[in-house]
């Protein structure tokens, strides 16, 4: 049962791997609390700085550097594929390095670009920007593989959910900032080209303020150092009276004490420490938990058979047209008004695109609290998680398909319309985090980063049928499109178990 206390009080913890069984969202002095500000604060600013260029591209930057409709959406795709390379390699990189220092590494290498984006001065240069800014997309994977680190199956959807949709709402805040902060520019005399030269310094100041915070004030998992994660796997199961017959449960290269093992406390205050509820759990589940779900060190072999596997695939199929439809749709929205509604300005017409990112506030988050909701309803039951996350495709695909076949010419309509179809939208990519620490636990980056990367090339996929249909010009035909693929995709592989037969851990 949820409580409103949960917001701010101490979590209970999992004995085994001290993730916490409920989100302090309200209390950063907690650790839990403070890693979980970060993921979704750390993503935000990420996605605010990744789609800097859309809000003002339309009218602003298109006619300053003489862009044609074509090359703006060339750029619009070429901005994408960086990040889809980006997040495969990431997941493999969690997974060996830990999610912390892959997080931060992201935001601060992603800021060179940023700040080098006031040099843009033609096509060619706006494809090189944007393709390197896109390196901050990337973030997405670190993000989600930290989250689900420090926190508990009970929970894990939600945690991830909401740290993915307040992120994606950077999508959103950028069609409010950067308006904006032109404006302001342009209100103290400086005129196109400059201004919206200048509008990328407020980001740029942000991501890299983010990053460095990240290493400082936080831990890489809920006992320490990455590197002694399986060693204190293995001492907590014997704190608790878990022990293996003849060897350890927990497969720790070398010898436990081969080196001196991070104190927990160093990760959070000692006093703090002994005010911890410990949940109740059966010495069966306790085992299942330390074998089955700490991360192993990545291998070519091993990634090979997760990323293989039907119910990955499921995840890169049904992820692709969820958060690739995001990013595409998130890319042409402000230009798709504009054609409809040509009375409006370049600014309302921002502001109402907008309205598509903030929906993540609750959309993503929605589709995560369902998720781990159906899955305590029914009994810890997995193919819940996943009839829900169909469901969300499919009524994305029917809505699509509406608003391209109507081509609503009244605002009221097409921002009802857009908006109903965004809460299915997003609810699916809240609900495929769900269940994907689920589905591999031992290999979690290596599924989320491969799952991320696909909603990157779906972005790329549905970017180019934008691009190419009718020039760029016919948005109607693109969304109906778009809607019939999303449908297809997400019912060809809904037979597929949630889980590999036979897994540990997981469950």
Known sequence: MMKVSYLWARPEINPVNRKARSVPILNL???????????????????WAWYTFPPLITHVIKANLHLTPAEVANSNIVSLIATLFIRYLAGPLCDQFGPRYVFAGVLLVGAIPLGLAPLVHDATSLYISRFFIGILGGSFVP??????????????????AIAGGWGNAGGGITYFIMPAVFDSLKGRGYNDGTAWRLTFIVPLIVVIATGISMILLCPDTPTGKWSERLVHAEENLESHGVTGRGGAIVDVPGEITAKESSNVSKCSDSEAEKQEKEATLSEGEMIEIA????????????????????????????????FGGELAINSVLSAYYVKNFPYISSTYAANVSAIFGFLNFVSRPLGGFISDYLYKVTGRNLWAKKIWIVVCGVLTGVLLIVIGQLDPHRLSVMLGLVTLMALFLEAGNGSNFGLIPHVHPHANGVVSGSTGAAGNLGGVIFSIIFRFMDNGTNYAKAFWVIGVITIALNLILCWVPPVPRGQIGGR
């Open 143 to 160: 993000c989600l593989v930290w989250c689900t680190g420090f926190f508990d199956k009970n929970i894990v959807g939600s945690a991830n």
């Open 29 to 47: 002095y907690d650790i839990y609390g403070r890693v979980f500000f970060f993921s979704w604060f750390g993503f935000m600013v990420a996605f």
């Open 291 to 322: 074998q089955g779900e700490t991360i192993q060190k990545p291998t070519l072999m091993g990634q090979l058979k997760v990323l293989t596997s039907p119910q990955t695939i499921f995840h890169f199929v049904t992820y692709l047209c969820s």
